[in-house]
């Protein structure tokens, strides 16, 4: 297979609001192109990669941790925080990637999970055995369980308590996640500079972004809950300073699973800035609502509230991801109306929240992916894409865990997908081989040859989103409708780039989640008069009525993207 780039000077071209801009994608390096033949993706494979996902648009890759690590949690279970685990490569072969990355102007966002080490840590291994020693107080030690009895616990599937009896050292560890994942002690001046020298390592390496992974616990207290902590944003606030200051253009990505006004503090204020991104939570679990629930409500409640954030700062909107569809954000009534239609199974479940991917999730229907993929793109915020959805990937849920929607990507329909040359049962966890999402029809090669696929689809709609700066750096104002399954909103941008010149622009975005045809007013008073056209063909729409209303008709599960404006747009397809 091979694409043609478009014509462009090789190099990062000098953007700061690059992360405003961008199409994310997030790819684990483990899953994606195995280069040796041993079974497992790594850089070398990923390396190989990076004309597909230029071609399709990407402009930034998230690639979750990537360090040496026992593999128990997907590489979240780092063993040392300056090292790549061999299977995946060597730090040369990192900074080829970035080297290369950057050649096709893309950025590398990296994970990095400051919260917690493996206990294969020779920082944790210290700590038990010598608790004098300069690593004795790295972790969060206490002679009884007792202690933050107000922090909940978060894998609920896995764990009792945030703490674990530690038989070498006879004391406690605390852990927010596994029993293998002891928290660091960031009380401890020590541990605060290693997170400091870890992010120049990297950033001196060439990384543009890092996403900080479990964010809102690094410190506990007996008053508070151990999520974003008073002294947690103290210490990011310090960390942007550093970064703003030492590594001016790189950014910092908070993931933060709160509700709007606690992951909105992530971003600090104008004065004492934090991260420049955080995750959108709370808006993601509402999109699958109201796929099924055929009304709008939840989402225009949600986007009406949208919490204001600094300027330059921005969210990172998502359908899915490496861990399970989260329902932390949905309250008991909503949760188990979406584990009735998404989980039906048990084995679906993981934690709070539905451990498959998005095709399975959606049922193959690709009115749905469409119509989920359209708001994914003109949300308030840059999408992150999981790798695999652009072709509508499958899942398996006989799999533990999360490994569930972790499997090789399919590249093509031989044998291993593509994926790797290794013997199929080498494999670090089998293709996907189920009935629907076989690979050998489900594959990139196959989806290529066909001009009407999910992925020219896809491709084509990122395309069109990048000719309008108002769906990054645009404002979001939903509009009033008379139609409970419709969402209607408008991204307004006064600023520059455009193919309007300096005019504003304006998109008024549709969306129908009825499972039948409707017709719907929007109370659009404000564009009195204004022309209607389709981005995507150009066709004319009729005017903006003399009363301030438009009247349109949307096929089943279907949306429109509306530039308003002066009658001059030449539209055209990409
Ligand atoms: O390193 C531990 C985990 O950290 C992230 O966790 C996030 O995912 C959890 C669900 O799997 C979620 O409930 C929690 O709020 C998040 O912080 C990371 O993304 C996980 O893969 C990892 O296991
Ligand atoms: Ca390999």
Redesign the pocket.
Known sequence: MTFTAPIQLPGLALDPQWYRRAVFYEVMVRSFVDSNGDGAGDLQGLVSKLDYLQWLGIDALWLPPFFNSPLR??G?DVSDFKTILPEFGTLDEFRDLVTKAHERNMRIVMDY?LN?TSDAHDWFQQSRSDPEGPYGDYYVWSDTDEMYKDIRV?FVDTEESNWTFDTERRQFFFHR?FSH?PDLNFENPAVQQEVFDTVRYWFDMGVDGLRL??IPYLFESEEGNGEGEPKTHEFIKRLRKMVDTEYPGKVLIA?A?QWPAEVAQFYGTDEEPECHMAFDFPTMPRIFYSLRSQQAGELERVLSEHTHIPEGAGWGVFLRN???L?L?MVNEEYRQAMYGWYAYDPRMRA?I?IRRRLAPLLDNSRAELELAHALLFSLQGSPFLYYGDEIGMGDNIWLPD?DSSRTPMQWTPDRNAGFSTADPGKLYLPVVQSLVYNYQHINVESQLAQSRSLLHWIRNVIHVRKGHPTFGLGSLRVLKTNHESVLAFVREYEGSGSQFGDMPERVLCVFSFAHNPVSVTIDASEYTGQALYDLFGGGQFPDVAEDGTITLTLGTQSFYWLHVGEAHFAGGRV
């Open positions: 949690d997907g979240y999970p917690h978060i996640f994942q992974d479990a993931e699973n490496h861990d399970e989260t932390e934690n929240g999360r």
